[in-house]
Structures are given as C-alpha cells and as structure tokens.
C-alpha cells in the first residue's frame, strides 16, 4: 500500500509557473506508475499526465503538451508535475494517483487528497 501527499498548489497569475509534488510512502515507489489528474469546479476529474516506473515513459492529456512536464525522483519517493504557462483554465484540484505497474496504466489503485491550483487571469 502506499499514501500520497500533494503540495505545491496555490495562486499564480496567467502565464506563471507551478510546480506540484506528490510524496509516497512505502519503500516500492519505484515498482508504481504515477499519474497527475485534476478536477476543475462543476467538471468531471481528467487525466492530466502520467509516467511509468523508472521515468522512461510518459503520456499526457493532448491539449497540455508541450505546457506540462511529469517526471519523477525515486530516490525521494516522489512525482512532480512542473506547469508552465499557465491560464486560468487550468484552475482546478490537482490529485496524484499511483498504480502497481511498470508500464503506463489507466487504472489507478492510489488517489492523494488533492492540491488547489488556482490561475488569475
């Protein structure tokens, strides 16, 4: 079993930067694919980006590439999802989520609790 703990969320204006960490315990972090998701106000959760066990893999949403970066630190046990230019759109709950599987998934047995992101226009 593992538990994850988002931070990094908060208030930033158009065009700023984020960047959104989420901590698991346990000591097989390195055996989970890691996965971003959020979920804006009165919309449904979205996948946002994901990475499979050793870093080598990723996959994101289509309409975030090239402004969103997953990678991932096992030796700290830990996901990061950096955000570049950032619109108010992308206001929402950022939620990561783990999943037992050296590949890329679309299953995810770990959910955090969530980070607030909120972009200003």
């Known amino acids: 079993q593992v538990q994850l703990v988002e931070s990094g969320g908060g208030l930033v204006q158009a065009g700023g930067s984020l960047r959104l960490s989420c901590a698991a315990s346990?000591?097989?972090?390195?055996?989970?694919?890691m996965g971003w998701f959020r979920q804006a106000p009165g919309k449904e959760r979205e996948f946002v980006a994901q990475i499979n066990y050793s870093g080598t893999s990723t996959r994101y949403k289509d309409s975030l590439k090239g402004r969103f970066t997953i990678s991932r630190d096992n030796v700290k046990n830990t996901a990061y999802l950096q955000m570049n230019s950032l619109k108010p759109e992308d206001t929402a709950v950022y939620y990561c989520?783990?999943?037992?599987?050296?590949?890329?998934?679309?299953?995810?047995?770990?959910w955090g609790q969530g980070t607030q992101v909120t972009v200003s226009s």
């Open positions: 989520a783990a999943d037992p599987t050296y590949g890329l998934t679309t299953g995810w047995d770990y």
């Open positions: 346990g000591r097989t972090f390195g055996k989970y694919a």
